[in-house]
């Protein structure tokens, strides 16, 4: 799903291939503000709409669990002053994942890299993205 991600986003939006370009990604996250989108026990729904939210990268992890776990890891590890940002609140507010976009999920609080950047970019005031990366999915299920 994270093709459909950036197929949306703004041309200055950029993706790393971990573990190939981590260097890149640490130089880039170095210079600038960024918010990791995580769920987990450290992660706030309400750094989204803070004031940190304006002019910072939002960094999405895409991949299988196990993978984005990892990756969640070492950010944890080399970036420890990165916050966690979560969409859990909006999710429930919404009535659940199902609500967003159907599809069979192991947890009612879960969502997809899709799903989960679609509604961290509504909580940041960007809804036509939100919309777009929604679009493609439903597209994206119809064809399957």
Not at 85 to 91: G, N
Not at 96 to 111: C, N, T, V, W
Request: aromatic content about 2%.
């Amino acid at each position: 799903t994270a093709k459909i991600v950036r197929a949306v986003l703004p041309t200055s939006s950029r993706c790393f291939v971990h573990p190939l370009q981590v260097d890149q990604m640490d130089a880039l996250l170095k210079a600038q503000p960024a918010m990791l989108l995580y769920p987990g026990d450290t992660s706030q729904s309400s750094v989204l709409t803070s004031s940190l939210a304006s002019r910072t990268t939002l960094l999405v992890l895409d991949g299988t669990w196990s993978n984005v776990k990892a990756m969640a890891r070492r950010m944890a590890r080399t970036h420890p002053a990165i916050p966690r940002a979560s969409v859990t609140d909006q999710l429930v507010a919404r009535g659940g994942r199902a609500a967003l976009h159907p599809r069979k999920e192991l947890r009612a609080d879960g969502a997809s890299t899709a799903e989960a950047t679609s509604l961290a970019l509504r909580a940041l005031g960007e809804p036509r993205a939100a919309e777009s990366i929604l679009a493609g999915l439903s597209v994206l299920n119809s064809s399957s």
